[in-house]
């Protein structure tokens, strides 16, 4: 069965960097796009970014840009998240999500969220 | 553009409850509409793809509409029950083929 599998919760320090580790299985990797969305503390959810697992390239939110990268590892069918220069307001719920298909645009399978702590 | 949502509703079990997301610019046409049902300490599940259509093991207590007059999307739910206590959020694409959420209904049932 098809499963997002993500690291483990970090705590991090305001100016630091993160990354985040996002396993699928249960499907070949190449055939869907990868998205992340995160959710503060009280918020609702916010998209970051998306990535093409063939290698094609990642497109970002435009609050993001210079600040995250989506990459890929097809030998492990892992998605990494990295978020650089950290604020306490970028403590939240980051979930990696699984679009089912181009044409629609629907998130069939998440994973089951990493919490990231940022505080000095 | 935004999606608008009603903030919070609150129903007793076995009412029918109906959420709406409204898009500010653009038709609601334009780009599908998805639903998603959030509760603390459980990953996000859709409970309504493409405007109305349900994913496979969503209960038919569970149904989606559009309506280009009112520019809107709908989440109808029949029947309520207690677990369906959750945060709902609607979710859409710009044009530029970036993701948007709504704001968000807190249901209390």
């Known amino acids: 069965q098809v499963q997002l599998m993500q690291s483990e919760a970090e705590v991090q320090k305001p100016g630091a960097s993160v990354r985040l580790s996002c396993k699928t299985s249960?499907?070949?990797?190449?055939?869907?796009?990868i998205h992340w969305v995160r959710q503060a503390p009280g918020q609702g959810p916010e998209w970051m970014g998306i990535?093409?697992?063939?290698?094609?390239?990642?497109d970002y939110a435009r609050k993001f840009l210079g600040r995250v990268t989506l990459t890929t590892d097809s030998s492990t069918a892992t998605v990494y998240l990295d978020l650089a220069s950290l604020t306490p307001d970028d403590t939240a719920l980051y979930y990696c999500?699984?679009?089912?298909?181009?044409?629609?645009?629907?998130?069939?399978?998440w994973g089951q969220g990493t919490q990231v702590s940022v505080s000095s | 553009f935004v999606l608008t949502q009603p903030h919070s509703l609150s129903q007793s079990p076995g009412d029918t409850v109906t959420i709406s997301c409204t898009r500010s610019s653009g038709s609601i046409a334009d780009n599908y509409v998805h639903w998603y049902q959030m509760r603390p300490g459980s990953s996000p599940t859709t409970v309504i793809r493409e405007y109305d259509q349900r994913p496979s093991g969503v209960p038919d207590r569970f149904s989606g509409s559009i309506d280009t007059s009112s520019n809107s999307a709908s989440l109808t739910i029949s029947g309520l029950k207690t677990e369906d206590e959750a945060d709902y959020y609607c979710q859409s694409y710009d044009a530029n083929n970036r993701v948007i959420f709504g704001g968000g209904t807190k249901l209390t049932v």
């Open positions: 990535i093409d697992p063939r290698g094609t390239g990642a």
């Open positions: 999500a699984r679009e089912y298909d181009q044409s629609s645009g629907w998130f069939d399978y």
């Open positions: 249960g499907y070949t990797f190449s055939r869907n796009y």
